[in-house]
């Protein structure tokens, strides 16, 4: 089976006064997050997109077919667009087992081997030991590659992630966010993860879509954005500190600083991807109490006001964004080249395996 | 042994009394039609031909009404609750009449439009098709009254379903009947039952309309009320124990679906 791109163009006018107005180019075999704040526009994208809103202007095209044209007068209705969706709450159909689940969609569109296919989708994301459960016999875990399984065996031709993880509390999350991680290069067609949390953005998407008010403000690569963030908001996202290391017993061993942290989580043995929220490292004019390990001193590489925040990167041994308000600022005097005391709560450290 | 320790307080006692006389006016009627029960010819005057007609036309009736009330209705049940269109209140208005309406205004109204000289009905009778006091306009007359129960009961249901589930089934590449199909109808399942059993039950008891409409002719429009009815006159101790027999079959089929189906 091969693939198009998903190409774009969404403008819709909410009876609200809400505008949406943006460009959606994705390639097969890319993932990009769509990421924003509640009520940015995520929502009228998805149902923009999935065929439950018509949009006002502009076109959408996937592999070729118009599937919304206003201009043409074109609208594929839902059934019609092709466009595999995980649900946040994955919406798994309770009357029915997790193979006719998974079997729904090759089944209503009359193909013959829909048990077969069923049977493929199970085996590769690994369910079919619960193929006769039902769904409400199942983990998170489990429920979201039922949920995938779903979507990807209905042959769509867009995967549209909708905020997939942001039902689960923090924990499975990031178990979950490995899984998906894992399973999305089993769809070789564009992909689109819409969501509101930077991690689950950086971590999973190739490319980075900033939506605020209804409009992309910031398009590239998690390191593009990382590197020049042209908002405040897509500053205080791009902040998010990540960091790749080895935990064994809540130790955290970095490999590209000598610096190393304490974690929460001591159950995780193995290499991890850390993350740290700008808004969780504070800054000190002394030395603070508290765990040694997870305070440091250091100088002040760069002072950047954001608005609403203060970025202030550190220098090394460890050198992490910051978010600071304008107040802090003076209060510790804090300009490049200062001195400084840093320190982070073992429970702001967010880890996540890597490796098999 | 250990039990967790029960502590029962007493609910106010307005509340108890007035429950009791609400349980006390169900209850007193039974009492009243078992106490003038003749038990010793019971058996004798239940399968007297006027019973066992009244009995096999009630049973075959009432089945045949709950039975076109479900395809008619559920149809009209999702269309009123997933199709926006002008009129919709009033059209819902119109199909909940008929529980208000006394049923022999219903009787008279569907011997105007499908009596012999009614309106639909002179062309009917035109091509042969005679339903006035036939057992069709028994059935008839029962889904006349039955129907808005199934309507209201399944609609009710369908409007309080998460439609999410409609829209991921649809983005499944399903069609929107297989999607009522294959989705909605199991999901709506208890209380298209409870709705079934509602209409089935409200057909089984109809009188005003049927009388109006089809008359009270013994083995081919008499239908279990309508037996009662004539037996008061003539025969007091048929008429009772025709009505303990429709007490009997209500509450067996009342109780032993409840337990199963009507959690919600």
């Known amino acids: 089976m091969t693939f198009g791109p998903l190409d774009a163009r969404l403008i819709v006018h909410r009876d609200n006064g809400f505008v949406l107005d943006i460009t959606l180019d994705i390639e097969p075999g890319t993932t990009v997050a769509l990421l924003g704040p509640n009520g940015a526009g995520k929502s009228t994208t998805v149902d923009a997109l999935g065929g439950l809103l018509p949009i006002s202007d502009g076109r959408i095209a996937l592999d070729g077919a118009v599937l919304d044209d206003p201009s043409q007068d074109v609208f594929a209705p839902p059934e019609a667009r092709e466009i595999g969706i995980v649900f946040q709450d994955y919406l798994l159909f309770e009357h029915l087992s997790v193979r006719d689940n998974v079997s729904f969609g090759p089944v209503a569109a009359g193909n013959s081997n829909a048990n077969a296919i069923a049977e493929t989708w199970m085996q590769t994301l690994d369910i079919a030991a619960f193929a006769n459960r039902s769904p409400t016999d199942l983990s998170g875990g489990q429920a979201q590659r039922v949920a995938l399984a779903r979507a990807l065996a209905s042959e769509p031709k867009l995967l549209l992630l909708d905020e997939p993880l942001a039902a689960l509390d923090v924990e499975t999350r990031t178990g979950l966010r490995r899984t998906l991680a894992s399973h999305l290069g089993h769809f070789e067609g564009p992909r689109l993860l819409i969501t509101h949390d930077p991690t689950d953005a950086f971590l999973l998407a190739d490319e980075i879509a900033i939506l605020e008010d209804g409009k992309v403000t910031q398009r590239g690569t998690p390191d593009e954005l990382r590197r020049a963030p042209a908002t405040s908001y897509a500053a205080a996202l791009a902040g998010l500190n990540l960091l790749s290391g080895t935990t064994r017993g809540g130790v955290l061993e970095l490999d590209d600083f000598a610096q190393s942290l304490s974690a929460a989580d001591t159950q995780l043995d193995g290499a991890v991807l850390i993350t740290i929220r700008p808004n969780a490292i504070a800054l000190h004019a002394q030395q603070p109490h508290g765990s040694p390990r997870n305070t440091w001193s250091t100088t002040i590489r760069s002072v950047e006001p954001l608005g609403d925040i203060t970025r202030v990167v550190l220098d090394l041994p460890l050198p992490l964004s910051v978010d600071v308000t304008p107040g802090a600022v003076s209060a510790l005097s804090l300009a490049p080249g200062a001195d400084v005391w840093a320190s982070v709560k073992a429970t702001e450290i967010n880890l996540s395996p890597t490796g098999s | ?264």
Request: glycine share 6%.
């Open chain 2, 1 to 264: 042994m250990s039990e967790t320790r029960r502590v029962r307080r007493r609910p106010p006692t307005v509340l108890l009394v007035l429950a009791a006389v609400a349980v006390l006016l169900f209850v007193l009627p039974l009492v009243g039609l078992l106490s003038r029960t003749p038990w010793s010819r019971l058996g004798e005057l239940l399968t007297s031909d006027l019973v066992l007609d009244a009995l096999w036309l009630s049973f075959i009736s009432s089945l045949a009404a709950a039975f076109i009330s479900t395809i008619l209705g559920v149809p009209l049940a999702w269309v009123l609750s997933r199709v926006e269109f002008p009129g919709r209140s009033i059209v819902r208005a119109i199909v909940t009449l008929p529980m208000v309406l006394p049923p022999v205004v219903g009787g008279a109204a569907l011997l105007f439009a499908l009596g012999r000289r009614g309106l639909v009905g002179e062309s009917l009778d035109a091509v042969g098709i005679v339903l006035p006091f036939s057992l069709a306009g028994v059935i008839l007359a029962n889904v006349f009254v039955a129907l808005p129960f199934l309507i209201i009961t399944v609609e009710g249901a369908l409007r309080s379903t998460d439609v999410r589930f409609e829209q991921a089934a649809a983005s499944l590449g399903a069609s929107r009947l297989t999607v009522f199909r294959r989705v909605t109808l199991p999901m709506i399942r208890p209380s298209l039952i409870a709705g079934v059993v509602l209409a089935w039950a409200r057909a089984l008891g109809e009188f005003g309309a049927t009388v109006t409409f089809a008359g009270n002719l013994q083995g081919r429009t008499q239908t279990l009320p309508l037996a009662v009815f004539l037996s008061l006159e003539s025969d007091r101790d048929a008429a009772v124990a025709i009505s303990l027999l429709l007490v009997a079959i209500s509450l067996i089929v009342l109780v032993a679906l409840r337990d199963r189906w009507w959690r919600s």
